[in-house]
C-alpha cells in the first residue's frame, strides 16, 4: 500500500464509492438541517437537499456502482421524508428529542455492547463458524461480572469472570462446531438457552428476589475534562471499544494472524495445505468472540446499569449478529452497524415522550434493516466462503 | 486491497470432506435403531440437570419427583373404577382412569396437554423445513404473527356464528404464520439470503411489531383500560370449546385435535405426496435434487410456507383455546417457538418423533411452573431455568451425535478383538 503511485491513490480514494459515500452524507444533511441547532423550518430545505443526495446517488449509479448509487438514494429519500416530518413537529419536542450531547451519548452507550459483540462474532465468523450463540455469551457475561464484582469486590475481577464465562460458554460451541462436526445453528442455539438457563438459575440462587446488591463495584467512567459533555465522562468500557475496534481492524487485515483466520473461514483446505491449524484457528477465533460478547455483556451490567436482571440482554446478542452482517465483515463495518443500532435504540427511547408507544418501532429498526442488508437490494452481504461448514482433517 | 478479493468458490466434488452428508446421518439414526438417541438424549440431559440441583442442595430424586407430579403425569398411575361421558349423549362408560379435574394429578395433566398442543405444531414447523434442508429458527415469529392476527380475528366480527368464526380465526391465523415462514423462504429461492438470518430478523420484528400493536395507544389495545398494554378479549364465540376439565379454569380446549390431525398431516405430506418426495429430494441433496427437475427454490418457499402454517396454527389455538387475549408481556416472554426447535431436533424431524418430545417438553414446562410444581420441594424460578438448561442440553446432546457415533464404533472396535480372541480360545 505504501508505494502507490498518486494515480493508484486517486484511483482507490476518489472512487464512485467514495462519492456514493458523499451523497449518504447529503442524504443525513436533509434530515440534520431540519433540526436544532440550523432548525430550517421551510420544508423545500430538506427537500432540495435531499435530491441533491438522490442525484448525487443515481449519478453513480449510471457509473455502474449499484450499492453506493442506492445507498445514497435511499439515505436521500429517507432524509427527506425525517426531514419534512421534523420542519412539520413542534419546535418544543424538536428541542426535547434532539439534544445532540444526550441522544450522541446515549448512542454510545448502546452501541458499545454490541461491539463488543459484533467484533468478536465477527472473528468467530470469519474463521468459518457461525456464532449464534452470541446473545448467550453476552448473557453468561452479565450475570459472571456481576457475580465477579460482587464476590471478589473489584470491577476487573468481574471482566475477568466475565470474559473467562464467556470462554467457557464459547469453548463448548468451539468443541461441538469443530470438533464433532454438530451444527452450527443447533449448537448456538443449545448455548442460548444454555446461558439463559445457567444464569437465571445462579442468579435466583444466589440473589433470590432481592437482586443484584446496589453497592456492587462497578466499571469507571473515565473523566476527561477538556474533551467536552460528551466524551468528557464516557465509561472506560467505551474507549476500550474504540481501541478493540483499532485492534480488530489491524490484526485481521494486517497481521500474518488475520490472514490465517481469514484463510480459514474462506478456503479451511488451502489454509491445511499450507500448514495452518484449522482446528487451532478456528478453537481460538470462537473462544475470543465468547470472551469478547462477555465483555459486551459485563459492560451490561456492571458498566452502564449497576445491576442483573433475568434475560437482561434482550436479543442485543442478535442485533450484535445483525451488526457483523451489516456491517460486512469487517470491524469498522461492524462498528458501524453498532453506532446506528445503537443508535435507534438511543432514539428509541428518546422518542417515547411524545410519539409514545409508536416509539418501540425503533427497536425493530436493526432487524430490518439488516432483512434489506442480506436481500441484496442495497449491495449484498457477502459471508466468508466456509462460513458454517466443519472441516475435515485429511 | 487484500480484503476486498472475492472469495473462491467452495471446495466441490469432496461433500465428505467437509462434514458427514445428512443421508449418512439419518442412516445413522436408523441404525441406532431410531428410538435409542432420543431417549438416551433426553435422559443425559435430565442425568445432568439433576447433577446441577444436586450441586446446589437440593434432592435431584424429589425435585424430578414433584416436576411429574406437576405435570400430572401421575395421573395414569392410578387406576380404578370410573366412568367418562359418551359425547353428544347422555350416557357414560366405564374408564381406567378417573377423569374429574378436581383432582390435581388430572388438573395438572390438562395443563400438559394444552402446553404439548403448540409444541407438536411448533415442532413440527421446525422440522417439515428441516425436511427440506432448512432451519426454521423463526418458529417464534410465526407463532407470534399467528397469535396476533387470531387475537385480532377473534376480537373483531362479534356478530359471527361459533363455527365459522373460530374458522376465520383460525385460518387467518395459519395463513399469516405462512406468510411470515414463505418471506424467509422466498428470500432464499430468489437471492440465496440465509434462512437462519432472515428467520431471526423476522422473529424480532414480530416481536417488536407485537409489542407496538398491543402498547399503549397501540393500534390493537384495548378498548376498556388504556392503562394496560393487552389487547381486547376475543369474543365469547370465537373461543374454542373446553374438552376436559372446567372453562373457568383453564380447561383443556379442542385444539389438541388440531395438533394431533397436524402430526398426521405432516406424515402424509411428507410420505405419500408429491410435495413430500420433492420436498425430501431437496433436504438430502438440493443438487442432485435441480438434476432430477425439481424446482429448488419453488420447495424452499413452499417448505417454508408450510412450515410458517403450522407456527401460526400454534399461535392462533393459543389465543382462541386459553389465552383469549395478548399482552406485551406475553409477546415478549413467550418461547414457546423455540422450543419447537428442541421438540423437533429431539424428535429426529419425524412426526411420531415430535408427538413425542413435544409431550415431555409440554409436561417438563407445565411441571416446572409456578401453578403446578409444590414450591415445598423446589421453587419454581429455579424450576423453569431448570427446564431452560434441560433443553439445552437436549440441543447440545442433538447436535453432539457424531460423539454418540464414535462412542457407538469404538464399542464395537473393542467387543471385535474381544469376539476375536474368545473364538480362538474356543479353537
Known sequence: ?394 | LSEAATPPPPVEGDPEAYAPSVAKRMAFYQRAGGIVTPFLTAVFAFLMGGIVVGATGHNPLRVYKAIFEGAGLNWFLHFGNYHIDLPFTNHHIWFWWDTSTNHTAAYNLTQTLLTTTPLILTGLAVAFAFRCGLFNIGGQGQYLVGAIVGVFVGSRFVDMAHIPHVALAIVLAALAGALWGAIAGFLKATVGAHEVITTIMLNWVAYWGGSYLFGRDGPLQNHTDKSIPISDDIADGAKLSAIWGNAQLQALHSGIFFGLAALFVFYIILNRTTLGYEVRAVGFNPEAARYGGISVGRNFIVAMAISGLFAGLAGGLDILGWQFRLGVLDVQVSNIGFIGIAVALLGRNTAVGVGFAALLFGGLLTGTSTRSLDPEIFPPQLAGNLALMIQALVLLFVGADLLILYIWQARRKMRLPGAAKAAEKAA
Open chain 1, 1 to 394: 500500500m505504501s508505494n502507490l503511485g498518486y494515480a493508484r491513490v486517486r484511483e482507490h480514494y476518489l472512487t464512485e464509492a467514495t462519492i456514493g459515500r458523499v451523497g449518504v452524507a447529503i442524504g443525513l444533511a436533509a434530515f440534520v438541517v431540519a433540526l436544532p441547532p440550523f432548525r430550517a423550518n421551510a420544508v423545500w430545505v430538506p427537500v432540495f437537499v435531499g435530491l441533491l443526495a438522490i442525484a448525487v446517488g443515481i449519478w453513480v449509479l449510471s457509473r455502474g456502482m449499484r450499492r453506493p448509487g442506492w445507498t445514497a438514494i435511499g439515505f436521500g429519500i429517507v432524509g427527506i421524508g425525517l426531514g419534512v416530518l421534523a420542519t412539520r413537529a413542534s419546535t418544543g419536542n424538536l428541542d426535547q428529542v434532539v439534544v445532540w450531547s444526550a441522544l450522541l451519548s446515549a448512542t454510545l452507550v448502546w452501541a458499545t455492547p454490541l461491539t463488543f459483540a459484533a467484533i468478536g462474532g465477527m472473528f468467530s465468523e470469519r474463521s468459518g463458524v457461525v456464532n449464534i450463540g452470541l446473545e448467550g455469551m453476552m448473557l453468561a457475561g452479565a450475570f459472571f461480572a456481576a457475580l465477579g464484582a460482587d464476590k471478589f469486590g473489584h470491577w476487573w475481577m468481574g471482566l475477568v469472570s466475565a470474559g473467562l464465562a464467556g470462554a467457557a460458554f464459547a469453548a463448548v460451541h468451539a468443541f461441538m462446531a469443530i470438533q464433532l462436526r454438530a451444527d452450527q445453528i443447533v449448537s448456538g442455539t443449545a448455548i442460548n438457552f444454555l446461558a439463559l438457563g445457567v444464569t437465571g438459575y445462579f442468579f435466583i440462587d444466589i440473589y433470590g428476589e432481592n437482586g443484584t446488591p446496589g453497592d456492587m463495584p462497578r466499571i469507571p467512567d473515565v473523566d476527561i475534562g477538556f474533551l467536552g459533555s460528551v466524551f468528557g465522562h464516557l465509561n472506560l468500557m467505551i474507549w476500550v471499544s474504540f481501541l478493540l475496534l483499532i485492534i480488530a481492524h489491524v490484526t485481521l487485515f494486517r497481521t500474518p494472524i488475520g490472514l490465517r483466520i481469514r484463510s480459514v473461514g474462506e478456503h479451511p483446505r488451502a489454509a491445511d495445505t499450507v500448514g495452518i491449524s484449522v482446528y487451532a484457528t478456528r478453537y481460538a477465533a470462537v473462544i475470543l468472540s465468547g470472551a469478547l460478547a462477555a465483555l459486551g455483556g459485563a459492560y451490561l451490567s456492571i458498566g452502564y446499569l449497576g445491576s442483573f436482571s433475568e434475560n437482561m440482554t434482550a436479543g442485543r446478542g442478535f442485533i450484535a449478529l445483525a451488526a457483523v452482517i451489516f456491517g460486512n465483515w469487517r470491524p469498522f463495518g461492524a462498528f458501524g452497524a453498532a453506532l446506528l443500532f445503537g443508535g435507534s435504540t438511543a432514539l428509541s427511547f428518546r422518542l417515547a415522550q411524545p410519539w409514545g408507544n409508536a416509539s418501540v418501532l425503533f427497536q425493530a429498526l436493526p432487524y430490518v434493516l439488516t432483512l434489506i442488508a442480506v436481500t441484496g437490494v442495497i449491495g449484498r452481504a457477502i459471508p466468508p466462503a466456509a462460513v458454517g461448514r466443519p472441516y475435515v482433517k485429511q
